[in-house]
């Protein structure tokens, strides 16, 4: 069955540093989301792509957060400098193009700052 | 904006036991609706989704079934096992060309033998 791959599986890191997480969607998936999950909490949505375009980075803290998806396929997230409240996991996940097909997710990456 | 409420939890319910999570939504349009589990340490894991009103979504004995007149996607299983230990996740995906998620908080199972 296919998955979403993403890397690493656990970071830690101290504030002020740079992090960088990776993700290879499903191979097909046009479109790849960055979700943040705070411990308790239910996943908020930071970034959407369509392909290699950004159709929705509202959410995402553009002073210290970055993400490119350069060919299409795999993405990355970059914080810099990363901050304590930033501690959470990080979920990616790919879908096909049309509304109402699912969201499927990666295992996360859990990201400590201490 | 969309937004989806679910029941507080932790949920602690014995083997065998009914189990109920409730969940409303508040959206523009026609959204889809989808159940995630999440284990610990784990990512999501789809467990059901209805696309339109009255559409039951079933899955390893879970049920939903999307009321659109009292706007809820109310999660169901009839017995439930220690193995169904994990916290439930209730989401909605609009319409209009938006593609993303947006999810309740979640609520924590835990079955005891």
């Known amino acids: 069955e296919a998955e979403v791959a993403q890397s690493p599986r656990y970071k830690i890191t101290e504030k002020s540093q740079a992090v960088a997480f990776w993700c290879d969607p499903i191979?097909?998936?046009?479109?790849l989301y960055w979700y943040r999950q705070i411990l308790g909490q239910g996943p908020e949505l930071l970034v959407q792509?369509?392909?290699?375009?950004?159709?929705?980075d509202s959410q995402l803290p553009k002073d210290r957060f970055s993400a490119e998806r350069l060919k299409g396929v795999d993405s990355t997230l970059k914080i810099q400098p990363a901050e304590l409240g930033d501690s959470a996991m990080y979920l990616c996940?790919?879908?096909?193009?049309?509304?109402?097909?699912?969201?499927?997710f990666g295992s996360g990456t859990r990201l400590t700052v201490v | 904006g969309n937004s989806v409420t679910q029941m507080e939890g932790p949920v602690t319910l014995s083997e065998e036991a009914f189990l109920t999570i409730n969940c409303t939504y508040t959206?523009?349009?026609?959204?889809?609706l989808f159940w995630y589990v999440q284990y610990p340490g784990e990512g999501l894991q789809l467990l059901l989704k209805?696309?339109?009103?009255?559409d039951k979504g079933s899955n390893k004995g879970f049920e939903a079934t999307y009321r659109k007149e009292t706007t809820s996607f109310h999660l169901e299983k009839g017995s439930v096992q220690v193995s169904d230990s994990a916290v439930y996740f209730c989401?909605?995906?609009?319409?209009?060309?938006?593609?993303?998620?947006?999810f309740g908080k979640g609520t924590k199972l835990s079955v005891i033998p």
């Open positions: 996940a790919s879908s096909l193009r049309d509304v109402g097909k699912q969201n499927t």
């Open positions: 191979s097909g998936h046009a479109t």
């Open positions: 792509f369509q392909d290699e375009s950004v159709v929705d």
């Open positions: 959206a523009t349009g026609y959204p889809s």
């Open positions: 209805a696309t339109k009103a009255d």
């Open positions: 989401a909605l995906q609009a319409g209009a060309g938006s593609y993303q998620l947006t």
